[in-house]
């Protein structure tokens, strides 16, 4: 389920960088880590949302939670220590 959200993401983003983790290891609760360059004047709001219309279709009975962090490059290189496991 992991490389199919990331494949999905990068459908609709294809220069993003995508990490997607299943914290709990129960195949309904994931965590994703997206950064683009074309979040860089985007509110958070229209990112989360250009990640999840890529999403909805395709899991919406399938995936229970998704806790989506979205970054631009700079803001990435600003936040990133906060984020081990994706670096």
């Known amino acids: 389920m992991i490389s199919l959200i990331k494949q999905k993401i990068l459908e609709v983003l294809p220069d993003a960088q995508v990490y997607v983790m299943d914290p709990h290891q129960d195949g309904e609760h994931f965590q994703a880590i997206v950064i683009d360059a074309s979040f860089t004047n985007l509110s958070l ?8 219309n890529a999403l909805k279709n395709e899991f919406k009975e399938q995936v229970h939670a998704l806790a989506l962090k979205t970054f631009s490059p700079e803001k990435w290189q ?9 670096n």
């Open 45 to 52: 709001v229209k990112q989360h949302q250009c990640v999840m």
């Open 78 to 86: 600003e936040s990133k220590h906060l984020f081990p496991l994706a």
